[in-house]
């Protein structure tokens, strides 16, 4: 699952939503306001599940990270040392950005 695809798709079905429900309040006509109201919660829920699977995989990027920078250090491997760090780091950042 591409987290950052899915993210956008339910935002635009919670903005699209939103404008059913709008112009279902505006019109009077009760079932579009439900069904806006109801994609707007399930882009919503699109959303938040996309945030928990980027979270996750920011989770496992980074205890790589650390495993491969161990690694590194035990046998004196710079380069392993050098590419755990950048994956901690990116792990990092990849769980900030979906929180």
Avoid at 8 to 36: P, Y
Avoid at 59 to 88: F, I, P, W
Wanted: net charge negative; charged share 30%; no cysteine.
């Amino acid at each position: 699952m591409d987290e950052n695809r899915e993210r956008s798709k339910g935002k635009v079905d919670e903005l699209v939503g939103n404008v059913k429900q709008g112009f279902g309040n505006l019109t009077g006509n009760e079932r579009l306001e439900a069904e806006g109201r109801a994609q707007e919660l399930g882009g919503e829920s699109r959303q938040d599940v996309a945030k928990g699977v980027g979270t996750a995989k920011g989770t496992a990027q980074e205890v790589t990270g650390s495993l491969k920078e161990g690694l590194g250090n035990l046998t004196g491997n710079e380069r392993l040392q050098a590419e755990g760090e950048a994956d901690q780091m990116m792990g990092e950042g990849r769980q900030r950005l979906n929180q």
